[in-house]
Every structure is written in C-alpha cells, then in structure tokens.
C-alpha cells in the first residue's frame, strides 16, 4: 500500500514541495531560525499535552507559553481556543498573550478549534453559520502572529455528500482567512476526516493554496469498528501538510512510543520536504502530562538525530 500511494502521488508530493517552499513568512516553514544550518524538523508544544492541569486551574492558559519554554526548553506552541474560548475578540488578552511569550522568547504557532459548528453540516445555513464562528479565531490568529487556524471537517450523509459539503464550509472559510493570510488547516480527527484518501479528497477539491491538513499520528479511529492505518493516512495527508501532530500515549523502557513507530512515521513526514514543525500532543495517562512531554521530547529529537545521520 505505501508504494501504491507513492507511485499515485508523485506529482502531487512534487508540488506539495513547492507549495510547502512558497507559504507566507508566518508559515510553518518559513518560520525557521537564520542559522545556515537547520534541524531536520523543529520542535513545538500543543496546549492540549497539559489538558488536564489547565483544567485543574494549577496552570492558567496565560501562562502556557512561558512554561513551554522554562519547563522543556521548546520555543514554539500551539493554542487550544476551548483554553481561552471568550477571548478571541479581547483585544487587551490578546495583547498580553503576545507579552508574555515575547518575553519567553515564544513564537505562537496556531490555534486549534473546536466546538464552532460543523463545516460541513448537512444544512448550508449551518454550515455557513460555522465558517462565520471561525472568524474571531481567523483574527485572532493574525493578532497572534499564528500562521494557522487548526479547524475541523466533521460532516454527515454518504462518503460524496460529505466531501461536498466539508469542501465548500472550508472553501467559504479559506476565502475568509486569505484576507488574513492565515491558513486553514485539516486534523483527522474523527469520522471519515480520519480516512485519509477521504481527506486527501477534500483538500483537493478545496483546491486552496491557504487550505491544507494537520497530519496527527494517532487520530485515525473512523467509526467503532474501523481504524485507518495510521502509517497510510499520514502519507495520504502530508503533502498538504502545514503542522503535523506528534501524538504519544505510551513509551517503552526504551523510551519508544508504544503505538506509533516514530522512525518509520517522521520518516514519511520527511519524504514529502516537511521540515517544519512538529508538535508534541501527549495524550497519555501512564505518565503525568509534564513526564509524558519530556518523553515525546526526547524521542523527537533522538529520532531527529537518527535520521540526520
């Protein structure tokens, strides 16, 4: 199967180089240091790894960005709206947002959302009522100085109608954010968006140079009884990709992620020309939330080692 979709997807992993070479400066790519010589990817920090002690109120979303870069040293980071979901237009947060990881020395990557309606509900008043809740998110995004907006494709009806109408809610919303320029980016994240030719599907007949995806390494549950191979999903979505989530569960003694084969997925992530960020998104229970990044950490960057060599 992966040598199918790499003999399938030839010419469209060549212009996924040129697409990823030419994004705007906010881009994952365009985003790296200027020291001559780079890392093979760079590292990042969704807020959803600290879910659990944001929720606990033991860390404020304010003070997310500063921890990311005295408690494990990483630079970047990915917000979460659900964190700070009644400030998108708060122009004094979103000031001191920027503050606070200016001074940590913090680029502010995206935002993930949820929770604003389906951009591909069945109904076009629904599914026009969700690209227009986006929209403080667009804005804030560009405040930020974000790069992307991380939305959903959740949809309803037969494998057809649903790539119909979760292209034309993410067409109306790409248009939006353009004016922006802000990208809207795809996460498999449930139902057929976690089928990766389904998603792949969308993503070209939204036919946007702003509309791409957010490959994650473990999101690929379609339905109770159906899980995509996660290996084939990710090569399906990375040549659109603009991020890509590093998701951890578990880790061997040896420090190796239990579910995912870290080798063998940065390795498709890196056959495409990505080396831009990857964001950890810990998402385990064996381990506290600050043990299990340091985990994922140090296995992104011995891997990242491994593959330089």
């Not at 509900?121 to 969700?130: G, K, T, V």
């Not at 599907?201 to 995509?228: E, K, M």
């Not at 603009?242 to 190796?256: E, P």
């Amino acid at each position: 199967m992966p040598h199918e979709i790499s003999r399938r997807d030839l010419i469209s992993r060549a212009a996924a180089a040129a697409f990823l070479t030419g994004v705007s400066a906010g881009s994952t790519l365009a985003s790296s240091s200027s020291d001559t010589a780079q890392p093979l990817f760079r590292i990042s920090l969704a807020e959803w790894s600290l879910h659990r002690t944001l929720n606990s109120g033991k860390l404020s979303h304010l003070e997310f960005s500063e921890k990311a870069k005295s408690l494990f040293g990483i630079e970047a980071v990915e917000y979460v709206n659900q964190f700070f979901r009644d400030k998108a237009g708060d122009a004094a947060y979103l000031k001191e947002m920027n503050r606070r990881a200016a001074d940590a020395g913090v680029q502010q990557l995206l935002i993930m959302i949820d929770g604003e309606g389906q951009l591909g509900a069945p109904s076009l008043n629904d599914r026009m009522q969700a690209v227009r809740n986006h929209y403080p998110w667009v804005e804030a995004a560009r405040t930020l100085g974000c790069h992307a907006i991380r939305v959903n494709a959740a949809s309803s009806g037969t494998w057809e109608d649903q790539l119909y109408r979760a292209a034309d809610g993410l067409r109306a919303l790409t248009e939006y954010a353009a004016k922006y320029e802000i990208n809207v980016i795809v996460e498999n994240h449930g139902g057929l968006s976690s089928n990766g030719k389904w998603l792949a599907a969308v993503i070209r007949r939204v036919n946007h140079q702003r509309c791409g995806t957010l490959p994650d390494f473990g999101n690929f549950r379609v339905s109770d009884d159906v899980i995509y191979d996660r290996y084939d999903g990710v090569a399906e979505l990375m040549p659109f990709a603009r991020a890509v989530s590093a998701k951890s569960h578990d880790f061997a003694d040896n420090g190796d992620e239990t579910h995912t084969d870290y080798r063998r997925m940065m390795q498709i992530v890196l056959d495409v020309g990505y080396h831009g960020w990857v964001g950890i998104e810990y998402e385990g229970s064996q381990l506290d939330e600050f043990a299990g990044i340091r985990a994922t950490l140090a296995l992104l960057e011995k891997v990242r080692s491994e593959l330089s060599a």
